[in-house]
């Protein structure tokens, strides 16, 4: 009987021990851990991979990287990626520094570089899908990026307009000309503060020029005691002279004066103001039978000075 008790005993705890054995084996996961090329096939039953690497003594330093949170749950059949840092020299705008990283590829560092910076990058001597070495050397230069505007004036065209409203020769500004502007914005690139290159996106004019008109006169003047007086016509002509009685009508219905010249009407039509050289101003006021064509006479207040006068080839000047 005590054999009995004994075998059903060991039974007992054969059972006991085996369910154990087989409930932690059902909490157990495998995971694979890498870690500098090299890898560990860890068995564990605990929860997080901070508690795994704290049992299996992995340190890690504060620029090490991980695959995982390290508050992740395990799973089993995890992997498990360990990125170990390492110094890489870096030149940035010619001042240089070492950064302990554990990025994969170049462009990985020049990204935290420039969330760093709180600036754009350009990479001189290796390719942003170069992987990362230990030791290795990089040159960055800064990259700016600016919106440009400036302002720039319009020149505004000169006119000019041939007016016989002016003496020859004489100039009148009619209509001041007056500068546009125009708006131009351009996308500049500057490496280490230097300028690269520019183009133009846009341009705007924020105003029109607007012309100078300038008259230039083609009429011609000309001084007399009573000033100057413009001219519309010149002539050529032969001067005779003549007189009447003070009671005498002209043509016109006018007295006969001094200053009532006798005219070809179809040359100068009667009621004309006229500027005659040594004779003066006159009125085109009479008409004549010999007075045809480039003829003109001129009246006197006597027979002597009539006849001093005689006959002359004179310019005559018809005034506006």
């Known amino acids: 009987m005590k054999q009995v008790r004994v075998l059903s005993l060991l039974l007992t705890l054969?059972?006991?021990?085996?369910?154990?054995?087989?409930?932690?084996?059902?909490?157990?996961?495998?995971?694979?851990?890498?870690?500098?090329?090299?890898?560990?096939?860890?068995?564990?039953?605990?929860?997080t991979f901070a508690e795994l690497f704290e049992k299996e003594n992995y340190t890690l330093n504060e620029n090490d990287r991980v695959s995982v949170k390290l508050s992740d749950t395990i799973n089993d059949n995890d992997r498990v990626y360990i990125y170990r840092a390492f110094p890489v020299h870096v030149s940035i705008d010619g001042e240089k520094s070492v950064y302990d990283v554990s990025f994969e590829t170049v462009n990985g560092l020049v990204n935290f570089i420039k969330t760093e910076k709180k600036c754009d990058f350009v990479v001189s001597d290796v390719?942003?899908?170069?992987?990362?070495?230990?030791?290795?050397?990089?040159?960055?230069k800064s990259l700016e990026k600016k919106d440009n505007v400036v302002k720039t004036e319009i020149p505004f065209e000169t006119i000019k307009v041939e007016t016989e409203d002016l003496a020859e020769g004489v100039k009148e500004v009619s209509q001041k000309g007056v500068k546009g502007v125009l708006e131009t914005t351009s996308k500049q690139i500057?490496?280490?503060?230097?300028?690269?290159?520019?183009?133009?996106?846009?341009?705007?004019?924020?105003?029109?020029?607007?012309?100078?008109?300038i008259k230039v006169g083609t009429g011609k003047s000309i001084k007399t005691k009573k000033g100057d007086f413009k001219v519309s016509h010149e002539f050529a002509m032969v001067a005779t002279a003549y007189t009447a009685k003070s009671s005498a009508r002209t043509a016109s219905g006018t007295l006969a004066k001094v200053g009532v010249v006798a005219v070809d009407p179809k040359v100068i039509p009667l009621g004309t103001k006229l500027y005659i050289d040594g004779y003066g101003h006159a009125v085109a006021g009479d008409t004549g039978s010999a007075i045809k064509g480039n003829k003109i006479d001129l009246f006197f207040n006597s027979h002597n000075e009539a006849i001093n006068f005689g006959v002359k080839s004179l310019k005559v000047y018809v005034l506006k």
């Open 14 to 47: 054969l059972l006991v021990f085996s369910g154990t054995a087989k409930a932690y084996e059902s909490l157990t996961k495998t995971v694979v851990i890498y870690d500098k090329g090299n890898y560990v096939v860890a068995k564990t039953t605990k929860d």
């Open 190 to 213: 500057f490496v280490q503060g230097n300028l690269v290159s520019e183009d133009v996106v846009n341009e705007t004019v924020l105003s029109e020029p607007v012309d100078e008109i």
């Open 127 to 140: 390719k942003l899908s170069d992987p990362l070495k230990e030791g290795m050397e990089i040159t960055l």
